[in-house]
């Protein structure tokens, strides 16, 4: 495979970047339902996080 | 949020098998172009985020619209979370296209009318995550960031015909709504896969953020509550 260097670079960082990004968000989502849960017991009930989850 | 957090978990999986066939059938069973050899490899992740830049830009202009027109607080938050998963896309777009332009044309970079409008997008991106930052009442940020992001869309345009309006060394877009695609169908294909893949993975990363943001804003108004009641109390 000719430009193995550059191809390789390329498909690193086409994996890292979006593999970064979905980390980042995963992890986001985790530490806020774990802080409002914290805060408010209210969103721990079964069916509850998404109703109390919503724009105020 | 109840709906996005049904869609996140098909999105994501979506997203992982289709960006994975794309790749690997681009990578190894894909065949080499006859003029580029193997470098024509980095167009499975090139075009994918030079779509996701443009694209992903659009829907920011749109949710921008919606904040200014109707005043909906999703909006906002989905513009302000949309901003840096595009400026990724973005760099990964120049990037990859540095790293194609190199072997091909012998030069890491060239102020090529396509190259010089994408980078322009991606200092709106990056003008747009200041500025919605930059204000202590949110709402003011969200507002001059969506003017700056409707000004901006005028380099959608620009980035789409720059090669038809210029001279460049960027070659002319190969696949259009309009004709058939001037590329053979053995490439189309894992193309095909890698871009719907990493759209996929676009969406249910935007969705993750939002949700994310919505929860957050959630948690300040709680605490701000509680602080109001405690200096009553």
């Not at chain 2, 994501?12 to 065949?31: K, M, Q, Y």
């Not at chain 2, 003008?127 to 003017?147: E, S």
């Not at chain 2, 980035?159 to 695609?181: C, E, M």
């Not at chain 2, 001037?182 to 993975?201: Q, R, V």
């Amino acid at each position: 495979m000719d430009h193995l260097p550059f191809i390789a670079a390329s498909y690193m960082l086409g994996v890292l970047i979006p593999g970064g990004f979905a980390i980042a968000a995963f992890l986001r989502v985790g530490t806020a339902r774990r802080r409002l849960a914290a805060i408010d017991p209210r969103a721990n009930r079964p069916g509850a996080r998404s109703r109390r989850g919503g724009v105020s | 949020m109840r709906l996005s957090g049904a869609l996140v978990p098909w999105l994501a999986a979506g997203a992982l098998v289709l960006t994975a066939i794309g790749l690997v059938w681009g990578l190894f069973f894909a065949p080499a172009d006859w003029q580029q050899g193997d470098a024509v490899r980095i167009m499975y992740i090139h075009v994918p985020a030079a779509w996701l830049a443009s694209a992903g830009y659009a829907a920011l202009a749109l949710c921008s619209a919606i904040s200014l027109v109707w005043r909906h607080p999703l909006a906002d938050l989905a513009a302000v979370e949309i901003g840096p998963v595009g400026a990724g896309f973005t760099a990964l777009c120049l990037a990859t296209g540095s790293l194609w332009g190199k072997p091909m044309w012998g030069a890491w970079w060239v102020w090529d009318a396509r190259l010089t409008s994408v980078l322009v997008l991606f200092f709106i991106y990056l003008g747009h995550i200041a500025l919605v930052r930059a204000f202590d009442d949110p709402v003011r940020g969200y507002r001059a960031g969506a003017i700056l992001a409707l000004i901006g869309a005028v380099d959608l345009p620009i980035i789409k015909f720059s090669v038809d309006w210029w001279n460049t060394l960027h070659q002319p877009d190969t696949i259009t709504l309009t004709g058939a695609p001037h590329m053979y169908i053995g490439m189309l294909w894992p193309l095909l896969f890698s871009t719907l893949g990493y759209t996929l993975a676009f969406a249910a990363i935007v969705l993750t953020r939002t949700r994310a943001a919505v929860m957050e804003r959630r948690i300040r108004g709680l605490l701000m509550a509680r602080a109001a009641a405690q200096e009553q109390g």
